[in-house]
């Protein structure tokens, strides 16, 4: 939802209330917005929740990506 400042300023507590139930709340002042959200969202933003583990497992899948090691003979080099 998109608060006029003015009105978010009378009514803070809904705004924050708004924020836990709805997501993002977005104020605007004059020309710029501002968003309040959670604690939680702003971490899962910052990525601060993320760690290796879960990186791997939500990476990108590598069904169909050819794997197999090349089975050819090694080129002669000269030392």
Known sequence: MEW???EA???FSEVLNQ???EGPQ???R???TYVVLTQAEYEQLAFKQRNFVNF???GPSFEGLD???DKSEMR???L
């Open 4 to 6: 006029k400042a003015a």
């Open 67 to 69: 794997l197999e090691r």
């Open 56 to 58: 791997l497992l939500n």
């Open 26 to 28: 977005q104020i605007v």
């Open 19 to 21: 924020a836990s139930l």
């Open 9 to 11: 300023r009378h009514k």
């Open 30 to 32: 004059r020309d710029e």
């Open 76 to 78: 002669d080099i000269e």
